[in-house]
């Protein structure tokens, strides 16, 4: 067993965390196709002071302005990609009639508004240069044990959830990021390592309550507000109120195995032994591959490198089994296999993303790996164009439990997956305009590509400002449902960006 650091666990790890840093805003060629990420147009600085001023003396929290002290904080995103979309105002919200309040402000003065719980949005759906509604301060946890429940704030971060979890010694899938929102995981599904044996985290979502658009506190749960409740099993967050506290099932957990492993310049009979060994592996196993273009060399052929991220419930030896034809195809270049208290392995496996430049793109493939597929990856991977920033495809592996419930048991629609790909790239503040359309380019052309073979619609958590077809990629099936609950309890469209689902209007489609 050797320790490793092999290219880096985390998204974008070698990034500057500065929000000072100039040259981070990509504007695109208006002929490329790529997505718009200037700012939206039309600063609000025409509101008055005075205005402003009465929001902050309504609220029994606080409203932080620009220039004052935590305001660059607060308002920077994790994507920096969009860190010049700075609000008007942040209204820290102490309770849910802070909330009332803030959006009844916000309707009087005609001011666009977001909700903010930990700032992860790829897209940048968590900024506005209106209000933003920082949830913060709703960041308890308490936990039920007749029930076996946790009960957790609206703006509380994955690591503190985490941290609750493992003082009673249960879990919920979760992710690798103790800095995302757990609002904003859990209300789109929300992937883990336990999936394959729990489901995605919405499934065990089992009450939720809710500021709404007109200012009512409600709570959603399979008794009451059904369609509502269904509605934040997946249909993302953002877009139907304002959840301020959530209660999940949890389940117990004791011990896992951590694993890290790489290979490096990989042939395509690997590809295909390591996707089909992992899809046929037990649930209790569950991990992220990631695929990296090798390092290229004169005279030789684009090579592939592997790495493998994940948590295995069960004995050493069963796990041997698993890798067994894997690590016969090619021996790993490094190695950390360690069976150690689950939280410990959680702690060893989650990602230090600080605030950085990048864009996913997703798509869900629907049954097993195909030699199409792998062909297309060796295709286009090493074509990465740039010495500077990054481009990968990754694998979350799916199956188990996720396929439990029907697609439109939940708004969670993707349920005949196997697994979860997303094509990532990442730049640099220092990166010429030139360098950065070619890594926009190549992401681009590669998912092209793919998407037809997969099969699968895109991961509404992992929020695309490229894709054209969102709604139906999202939600699939269940969209007229989603918009019809859209139209109930936010007939006006108050909670609205990009990507977020409308209401019906008369005479629309």
């Known amino acids: 067993m050797s320790a490793i650091n092999p290219f880096s666990q985390g998204r974008r790890r070698f990034l500057t965390t500065s929000a000072t840093l100039a040259g981070g805003l990509l ?143 249960r879990s919920i899938t979760h992710g690798r990021c103790p800095t995302v929102g757990a609002g904003g995981f859990l209300l789109g599904g929300g992937v883990g390592f336990d999936m394959r044996r729990h489901g995605f985290a919405s499934d065990k979502l089992v009450s939720t309550e809710m500021v709404l658009a007109d200012g009512e506190i409600v709570t959603a749960n399979a008794q009451e507000n059904a369609d509502l409740f269904w509605a934040c099993r997946g249909g993302a967050g953002g877009i139907f109120g304002i959840n301020t506290a959530f209660t999940m099932e949890t389940f117990p957990v004791d011990r896992s195995i951590e694993l890290q492993l790489t290979w490096d310049a990989v042939s395509d009979d690997f590809l295909a032994t390591l996707f089909l060994n992992l899809e046929n592996s037990p649930e209790a196993f569950g991990c992220k591959i990631t695929l990296t273009p090798g390092m290229p060399l004169p005279g030789q052929p684009a090579s592939i490198n592997v790495l493998i991220i994940g948590q295995f419930i069960g004995p050493l030896a069963r796990l041997d089994e698993i890798l067994a034809p894997i690590n016969a195809m090619k021996a790993p270049s490094s190695t950390v296999i360690e069976q150690v208290a689950y939280w410990n392995a959680s702690a060893f496996l989650a990602a230090d993303d600080g605030p950085g430049y990048y864009q996913e793109r997703s798509r869900f493939i629907n049954g097993p790996m195909t030699p199409e597929i792998i062909a297309t990856i060796r295709d286009w991977l090493p074509r990465w164009p740039n010495a500077q920033g990054a481009g990968n495809i990754k694998f979350y592996l799916t199956g188990g439990a996720t396929q439990a419930l029907a697609p439109a048991d939940t708004a969670f629609v993707h349920r005949a997956s196997q697994w979860l790909s997303s094509i990532e790239i990442t730049w640099t503040p220092g990166q010429t305009m030139t360098s ?74």
């Open 27 to 169: 504007l695109d060629y208006p002929s490329s196709g790529l997505a718009q990420v200037a700012p939206l147009a039309g600063k609000y600085d025409t509101l008055s002071p005075k205005a402003w001023r009465q929001l902050a003396l309504q609220l029994k929290g606080s409203l932080i302005r620009p220039g004052e002290t935590g305001f660059p904080n607060l308002a920077l995103p994790n994507n920096l990609r969009y860190r010049s979309i700075t609000p008007g105002g942040i209204a820290l919200c102490a309770d849910a009639a802070d909330i009332a309040t803030s959006l009844k402000w916000a309707k009087r003065h005609g001011i666009p508004l977001i909700t903010r719980g930990g700032g992860h949005s790829y897209a940048g759906y968590s900024c506005t240069e209106g209000l933003m509604i920082n949830l913060r301060q709703f960041n308890t946890t308490a936990y039920d044990a007749a029930r076996q429940t946790i009960r957790v704030g609206g703006g509380i971060r994955n690591g503190a959830v985490y941290s609750a979890l493992q003082g009673i010694g």
């Open 436 to 509: 950065r359309y070619r890594a926009h380019r190549w992401q681009n052309g590669f998912y092209e590509m793919i998407s037809p073979l997969c099969g699968g619609g895109a991961y509404q958590n992992f929020p695309d400002p490229s894709l054209q077809d969102w709604a139906e990629a999202y939600y699939g099936e269940n969209l007229p449902r989603l918009r019809a609950i859209k139209s109930d309890v936010d007939p006006g469209n108050l909670f609205r960006y990009a990507q977020s689902i409308r209401p019906f209007r008369p005479g629309s489609p």
